[in-house]
């Protein structure tokens, strides 16, 4: 299945090339959905814009259009509205045509991937060794997941990288502390159980802060760490497992897969960095420091702004790492786009770090590097998201208790509707709607908004949330189960689809679209219009089953209704599937 604006695209590009084929400088995209349902489906409003180029009227252009456009196929005549808007309805052949192909292949095949595939990374996570991974994180993972698995869908190789925080002068610190608390650990295998590994660093920092010989053998340690002593990695290696190991946890109950490739991979690198920025004569020196100045970014008093890239003690910082990861990235992984799942506090990080880059020609036009940013997360009050007592948040505490609600609200159901369930199913519903819940919520908002975390509304079986979907899917499911419908029913029996009713159109309509939606997440890169687009698919489909009678109506009738309710619930578990959340048969 293509996507059917690309298509109706392709055919506008010919027949305005037929009839005025000097430089006109098309745009890419040239048809739209119909700003309302009253104009049809899909709209094209070239013509006004051609105008002055071509020199007539928007009306006479139009019309010139329509007569060299060949979309018999898909659409009802063109319309001529207003000033000179081409109006497109899909016919109703085209529609019945198209879902009866999508039953004779898996919803996953027929869908078409792009034309040529590019290496992607998508850098997401990417939480801090020794330090909590919060919320913002959880932010990153979950958006970052979804952004991979659309790609992945969509046919690009994409490398899911981890940038975890594994290097920097707090190792000093760390190390030093270690080896003074726990000075078992080095030696003997599995003397560290350091647990709580947040605590560690509280503890750490509070003897750097307070103690000055601590801090002395603290930055000591720096030194031995970077100039590769055995004992100091090894005490490194040891903090890095640990946090490994919970960060794990976190990706296990989310079901995400990642490579892990930390700051410190980039040390080898660092040095080269300095060397190419004052070969090309970017680097400056201020206040002793090694600095590149930036255009556009400016202090208080307007003067430019330089990103320090080696600080005045030689040391290299966050910048300087981005700038290595940029070189190899594009040089050794030769991707052709890099994406970043960072809160939007880092925006002017990015910005200054591909300006350098670019300035650098470590990033040159052939590779594409995008920061996309997400808000905040905060507590219902409006403000950061705390626990009861005032304390941040452990994503684990966070998940455990999104898993603990859904199971509560299934019990309760399960009360009220006199059920008995295994335990297993219980288990299985809680986990999933749980996680699913968190996720969606997410997902469903636009990620440039902050956005408030509600375990309440999240969890609701009404509106945009994920039981909603989820139920809605396995209501589906049901209907499809007690009637037999499974793959098996489709291949012998090839429905034939006939869309009698107004609700089946708009459903085949919307059944149609998924293609489009995702070459639009892809491009914008917004999971929340994929939500969107579920979220009116089981509505639509709802709208359905209330007006039709499915069971009862008379073949060809009831097969072809019977095939619809197949397609809504292919298309629901493989939608729900590309934003990492998983279906259940039965709820
Ligand atoms: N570790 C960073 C943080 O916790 C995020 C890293 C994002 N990726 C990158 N290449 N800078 O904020």
New binding site residues.
Partial sequence: MRSLIKQLNQKFIIAIEKYHSIGLDLPENLVFPASNPQFGDYQCNIALSLAKKVGDKPRNIAQKIIDNLEIDEFCLPPEIAGAGFINLTLKKEYLENSLEQLLKTSLAQAIDKVDIPQKIIV??S???IA?EMHV??LR?TIIGDCLARVLEFRGHDVLRLN???DWGTQFGMLIAYLTEAYPDALTKPDALDLGDLVNFYKKAKERFDHDEPFKEIARLEVVKLQSGDSNSLKAWNLLCQQSRQEFQKIYNILDISLIERG?SFYNPYLGHIIELLRSQQLLEENQGAHCVFLEGFNNKDGQPLPLIVQKSDGGYN?AT??LA?LEYRVLKDGVDKII????AG?CD??AQVFQVAKKAKILTQKVEAIHVPFGLVQGEDGKKLKTRSGETVKLKDLLTEAVKRARDDLQTRLLEENRTETQDFIDEVAQKVGIGAVKYADLSQNRISNYIFSFDKMLALQGNTAPYMLYAYARIQGINRENQVNQQFITTSSPQIILEDETEVILAKALLELPEVLEQVERELQPNRLCEYLYELSRKFNKFYENCQVLKSNEPLRSSRLGLCYLTANTLRLGLSLLGIKTLERM
């Fill in positions: 850098d997401f990417s939480p801090n330090k913002g994180h990153s940038h975890v925080g700051e966050y790492t981005d990861a970043y799942v960072t809160d880092q990080h990015f």
